[in-house]
């Protein structure tokens, strides 16, 4: 299990430690008893999508969470955000924890911290205008604003993110992909946030429309000063867009580092094949020509984790301790944290 790491980075605006989430899948008692050689058995199983993450978060950097579907980055966020309880660990905001609060307590950091979800087309209600959408966040979280100023406030952040003031009255189902998740964006910056959950934001947008997004989700950034924990599979976006990356698999992270130094020299042989699945025109950033890392086998089930590190078995560096003992999140000479024996034996 990777151990949280006792050097807390300056700066810190939130930290997770140790962070494990199980989702049971056994359904009731019924379903979880059976006969086996004329014996009563009861077998409990869970998904373990989260599997003792620990990592900090700076105040004003944009922190990309990759891997691929089913590693559970969507899971990562909804957790810290607190629509979902922790199975284990803790997550601590600005050093106040909050994994334990209940609704009211939560009440004051939901005004600190927001979420982008991925689906513009699901996210907003139907039923509700644009304005009453955006007035909605503000009313709650500031009762005693007159309306005015909410109506002025409205408007502000509309322009802001490139929506016109004048589709207040409009309907969601009257705007593109595009326009609704600025329109998501909006609601997100009504409460003025400081840390944002993007999760997959540009995934269900045209190509057309995504480096417009990634734009304005940049320069709120840069006038708001926001931190991003950014979600998402698409490495070409995690290079333009973030300043630390992450890479997960089957609920672990496996390396973590300042996006352009990883990108530059990946460790990890996990990192290494995800790289190498970017299409390149040329010389590749390992400096040799492109050449695509094919990975051995299935990845496994997070019902069933394999012992030890659990990409051992399509790991084409493992040796018997990777399939034994669970490697540590640990830093490299060049600053990038990595959890694989073999780097630390300088077998790769």
């Known amino acids: 299990m990777q151990q949280p790491q006792s050097n807390i980075l300056p700066n810190t605006l939130l930290s997770v430690k140790n962070l494990n989430k199980e989702f049971n899948v056994s359904g009731g008692l019924l379903d979880q008893l059976s006969f086996q050689h004329g014996k009563l058995i009861r077998k409990k199983e869970s998904v373990k999508a989260i599997n003792g993450i620990s990592l900090d978060i700076l105040k004003g950097e944009a922190l990309c969470l990759v891997g691929e579907s089913g590693c559970g980055k969507t899971t990562v966020g909804r957790t810290i955000m607190g629509l979902l309880s922790p199975s284990k660990g803790t997550v601590h905001y600005r050093e106040q924890r909050i994994d334990n609060l209940n609704r009211s307590q939560l009440l004051p950091y939901r005004k600190h911290m927001q979420m982008i979800f991925q689906n513009p087309y699901a996210s907003l209600n139907p039923r509700k205008t644009v304005a009453t959408t955006l007035l909605e966040p503000i009313r709650f979280h500031?009762?005693?604003?007159?309306?005015?100023?909410?109506?002025?406030?409205?408007?502000q952040v509309m322009e802001s993110v490139g929506v016109n003031a004048n589709w207040g009255p409009r309907f969601p189902h009257e705007f593109s992909g595009g326009q609704r998740?600025?329109?998501?964006?909006?609601?997100?910056?009504?409460?003025?946030?400081?840390?944002?959950?993007?999760?997959?934001?540009?995934?269900?947008?045209d190509v057309s429309i995504q480096a417009q997004?990634?734009?304005?989700?940049?320069?709120?950034?840069?006038?708001?000063?926001?931190?991003?924990?950014?979600?998402?599979?698409?490495?070409?976006?995690?290079?333009?867009?973030?300043?630390?990356?992450?890479?997960m698999y089957l609920g672990r992270i496996c390396e973590l580092g300042i996006t352009a130094e990883v990108f530059s020299s990946p460790r990890h042989p996990y990192t290494q094949a995800l790289l190498s699945a970017i299409p390149k025109l040329g010389q590749s950033n390992l400096g040799r020509k492109s050449k695509h890392i094919k990975l051995k086998g299935e990845v496994p089930t997070p019902i069933n984790l394999p012992s030890g590190c659990v990409f051992h078995g399509r790991c084409p560096h493992a040796n018997q301790r990777c399939s034994d003992e669970i490697p540590e999140l640990n830093n490299t000479s060049s600053g990038i944290q990595i959890a694989c024996h073999a780097v630390e034996e300088n077998r790769i």
Do not use: C, W
């Not at 909006?186 to 959950?197: G, S, T, W, Y």
């Not at 926001?226 to 995690?238: A, Q």
């Open 142 to 155: 500031f009762p005693k604003m007159p309306q005015a100023q909410q109506r002025q406030k409205v408007e």
């Open 181 to 205: 998740q600025r329109i998501s964006i909006a609601r997100v910056l009504m409460v003025d946030p400081e840390f944002i959950v993007a999760d997959e934001p540009i995934s269900a947008l």
């Open 213 to 247: 997004v990634l734009n304005l989700l940049m320069q709120a950034r840069e006038d708001r000063g926001l931190t991003y924990l950014f979600i998402t599979h698409d490495l070409s976006v995690v290079e333009h867009f973030g300043t630390r990356v992450a890479v």
